[in-house]
């Protein structure tokens, strides 16, 4: 029997989807378990272009379903859909973070075009996706890292309306293929902000020059040169701080993606794991018997089940968002911070126990192992989105606003909110609703209980003693302060969703008592910290809690682990 909680390919039909979505996500897997792993690792090891994934794509009309918008439209299943996305997002970690890679900038590549007015540049983007191209987002340079206000892409005005750009991009997913590349720089004759144009150009021109793949990867992120490229009206997207808001707009669609490609390594991984280490026998045992071993694997297993359930609950809120409901801007780069850095910590511990397994070649672990660390880096750096997250937490924690529900999202619907988001300021204001009820239906779950008691120590400390003056200058103590805060928004959408689904209550509580532990960590992390006062310091170690532990409860979670073995092995 298939565990009801995990992707696994052999009982997989997506039947709450249309039945074009359905047999469109179903065709990718049964794409991939026909291709076969040898044939799908070696491609990985040789580092060769994806060319027939992307030839089986296009003859499916996959991209162009799933990636134009309703506004854009022509056949009926088309639409942007969040909930189908992340569907094949995991689909695509499963069998391969490069595959994702490719979908993952064109989605990138989208963004801006599909928030532009500009007619021609989204029927042509339309009939690209038709024709099965793929697309590039070009924001990175060399020089400047996230600092994306000092562009070096310069445009001079040609004096007929359009202008020459020259410049370079670095890090630029699908530079070597796109058949359209938005591409961000500045004029040079505006100062400041009012500068900013976002444009698509086009990778065969012979003004665009790929110098070469910056990774030794099948993933071909491209630095690549304009010189004097000519730039019409027609293929300027945005200007000024609308090209601005564009890009970080895109950003937060795109990043959405990473952490669904992250569940989706860590399931196929855990399959490979469990069934390596139930199946050796050490001094006559399976290596399963040792408890530090089903330890590890019982926290692997509960931690990827809550990167499940956050992330599904978080689909509902980006899709439900609307210029009054700006509650996905904390949700997203949680996403992207949290459950992508989860993900690390699943195939950590998986890869203790599988040990000298996870450097084989022919095993899925392998690349695995590598793939997971690159999410929590790309689309902006867990720094970067802690940082971000940090601007809600007075708001969140201490002043919660009246919403109505949000049901669960997985209805046909075209999510036309994300490509008008609007200014990208404002964070400050956005309110959120209380996130305690969430807590209460599952108060009577030891765990959860336990966890409780240290989410309402957070909001003393942010009412108490919160940083001072000199310590909100001090980014390495504001973002150990983040990572407590984290763990509470954590633990309030998994809980949701756990409401939601009916999810076994041993496994929520197992999963609560791995966010105890971890919670107690980051506290005594924070007493540590440089510029930790007295007074936070003894708080820290006063939040410190021991999870409440039940040796029958962890034996009924290690059952569903141990299933696992033998559950699933990609086609050879
Ligand atoms: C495989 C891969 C694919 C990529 N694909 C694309 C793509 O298709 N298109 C594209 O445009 N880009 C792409 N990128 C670029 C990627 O988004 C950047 O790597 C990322 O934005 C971080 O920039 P950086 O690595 O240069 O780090 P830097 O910006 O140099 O940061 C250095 C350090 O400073 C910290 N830091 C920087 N700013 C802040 C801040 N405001 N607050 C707190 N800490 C901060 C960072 O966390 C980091 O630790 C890709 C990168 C890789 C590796």
Redesign the pocket.
Known sequence: MADPLLFNPRAYDPAHFDPETRRLLRATVDWFEARGKRRLIEDYRSRAWLGDFLDFAAKEGLFATFLTPASAAEGEDQRWDTARIAALNEIFGFYGLDYW?AWQ?TI?GLGPVWQSDNEAARSRAARLLAEGEVF?????EKAH???IYSTDMLLEPDGDGGFRATGS?Y???NGNAAGLVSVFGRRTDVEGPDGYVFFAADSRHPDYHLVKNV?DSS?Y?SEFRLDGYPVGPDDVLHTGRAAFDAALNTVNVGKFNLCTASIGICEHAMYEAVTHAHNRILYGRPVTAFPHVRRELADAYVRLVGMKLFSDRAVDYFRSAGPDDRRYLLFNPMTKMKVTTEGEKVVDLMWDVVAAKGFEKDTYFAQAAVEIR?LP????????NL?LILKFMRNHLLDPAGYEPVETRLDAADDAFLFRQGPARGLGSVRFHDWRPAYDAYASVPNVARFREQADALCDFVSRIAPDERQSRD?DFLLSVGQLFALVVHGQLILEQARLTGLDEDVLDELFSVLVRDFSANAVELHGKDSATDAQQDWAIAAVRRPVVDEARAARVWERVEALSGAYEMNA
Do not use: N, P
């Open positions: 890679y900038v990138l590039a987002f070009g924001l990175s890292g996230a600092d991009k890090y630029i997913g990774v993933k992120v690159g880096k790309l689309e902006g750096t867990v720094h970067v940082a980014l």
